[in-house]
């Protein structure tokens, strides 16, 4: 689907130069002089490089749309990760390129959703929020409360995260998966 130059948005997905980009960052320009312009920050969503374009009104761009599929994470072997289509049954096994840094959340049956295109993953899309055990934390000084103050934490995922300080070892937290950050005491 073609769309206007400047009505390209964060999220989008557009088919530029021979590949597939997702617009990080924009920013609308109105030099003094000559047309106005919008400032896109590219991201490529097969080897992850970026790329800064701008795109003027009366110029079109191929706006793509990418399927959303439910899947459940299986297993991990070695650097493989093997996920099963929740319709069909099917398996798929994508490496840890493919799947990127949230690789650190997965779970043994965990619902995700991938994004495809032409019938090949190109993400994954983890659930918003995790609940985790913390492994290893600091304990509390006394008198240490007076100003909201948090302290480091390590999850069973072997991530670090900032948490309250009447967050003990053993308790489990809810995490952001987003950016590994700290949400609640899971109930």
Do not use: C
Not at 22 to 46: D, F, M, S, W
Not at 138 to 143: A, L, N
Not at 157 to 162: E, F, K, L, S
């Amino acid at each position: 689907m073609k769309i206007d130059g400047n009505a390209v948005r964060p999220g989008n997905v557009i088919e530029h130069k021979g590949g597939l980009w997702r617009a990080v960052k924009i920013q609308h320009t109105q030099p003094g002089k000559g047309g106005a312009y919008l400032q896109v920050e590219l991201k490529n969503l097969r080897d992850g490089s970026k790329l800064n374009e701008r795109f003027r009104s009366s110029e079109k761009v191929e706006k793509v749309r990418l399927e959303q599929r439910d899947y459940q994470f299986l297993f991990m072997d070695g650097d493989m990760f093997t996920f099963m289509d929740t319709e069909s049954y099917e398996q798929i096994a994508l490496t840890r390129a493919d799947v990127g840094e949230q690789s650190v959340f997965l779970r043994d049956g965990m619902d995700v959703q991938l994004e495809m295109y032409d019938g090949a993953p190109l993400g994954v899309h983890l659930p918003e929020q995790v609940e985790l055990t913390v492994t290893e934390t600091e304990p509390v000084v006394k008198g240490q409360t007076a100003s909201s103050s948090y302290k480091p934490a390590r999850m069973e995922n072997g991530v670090r995260v900032m948490v309250p300080p009447f967050v003990n070892e053993g308790d489990r937290i809810i995490v952001a998966t987003e950016d590994s950050s700290y949400v609640k005491r899971a109930d």
